[in-house]
């Protein structure tokens, strides 16, 4: 389905024709370095993608909450009174989450049909789940200030988004995923600081290279679990380093400089490769938005390629499937940069590639990652567009 008059046919086909229909759009998000950063007050560099998650939603007058996928037969009931009963649901987690931060946070919540048509590829590391949480709150958002209840900005639904990802889904993700989809600018990549959510949008000028993701098509659910031990290790290692520099709040504030000059503190041998990788991380995401600002587009790629092998070997959150497409990319003429996006183990590559090698890349590369993998990759070349908004 891909265009606003389907949508609505199939909108009505499911909860009848009728006044008041309206459209609202969130993106998933490629993130161009910063990786596992976020959730140490450090630094991202993502950008909204034009894949949305789109919702046709029409408000009721009763406290009940219907929510289906075009995608899916089922449809999701789920009444706001009792929002603590919804925990469990096989689809509308995400939604439902949403609605209980909505709630606890004071918004006016009303009842709604809503039909999602979700246009981010699912356990693509796209961030599919993240568009899903931030339109929600774009529709329940607008409906609270129609109502003359509380208004967030997007910085606030995208930290709704995310306490309905930690408490609803039971992954600990950080802010960048939810963060970029709420705060989207065509064209644009948001440099993000996440200990305090600054952030600066930066043009994203590649003169004559493209995007091109390329998906492993695993799924990376098996990662949620890596990801929280993750989290901890890095907590743990943080407070290691803090018995010795007792001024410092997360990693995000540590310099490679200081860390070298401290990192003696860190006695596991694992904890300290996690740590050398975030401490290290944060600085390629600076010297790539100099990089980038600058024209200098070559050196960006090499950040790119450093970031990737930095997950691998020291973070150790890639696995075969993306170290291919990777590794497999970088070697490709007109290849300027290439690295894993997103949490890992699974989804997709975000590559730096000269317009007029794309067609060779896409060759390449897919050859090479079906004979190493045994099925197909998938190729996507999007535009960065915007963050979660109504469709007038
Ligand atoms: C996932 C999480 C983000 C971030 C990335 C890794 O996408 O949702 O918060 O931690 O992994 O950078």
Redesign the pocket.
Known sequence: MSNLAELKEAFIKNYGDGEGIRFFASPGRV?LI??????NGGY?FPAAISACSTVAVRKRNDNIVRIKATDLDEIATIDINHIKDYKNLKYGNYQAGVIDEMLKDGYIMTGADMLYEDGVPHGG?L?SS?AIEVVTACVFNTFSKESGGKSGTPVDLALIGQKA?NNYVG?N?????QFASANGKKDMAMFLKCDDLSYELVPIKLGDCKLVLSNTNKKHKLGESK?NERRSECEKGFADLKKVMPDKNCLGEITPDEFEKNKAAIKDPVVLKRITHVIYEDDRVLKSVKALKSGDIASFGQYMNQSHASLKDLYEVTGYELDTLAETAQKVSGVIGSRMT??GFGGCTVSIVKEDSIDNFIKVVGEIYKKEIGYDASFYIFDIGDGGREIK
């Open positions: 993130n910063g990786e596992h950063t976020d959730y991202v590391g961030s993240a990802e992954v993700c950080g802010i960048m995923d990801y997103g949490g």
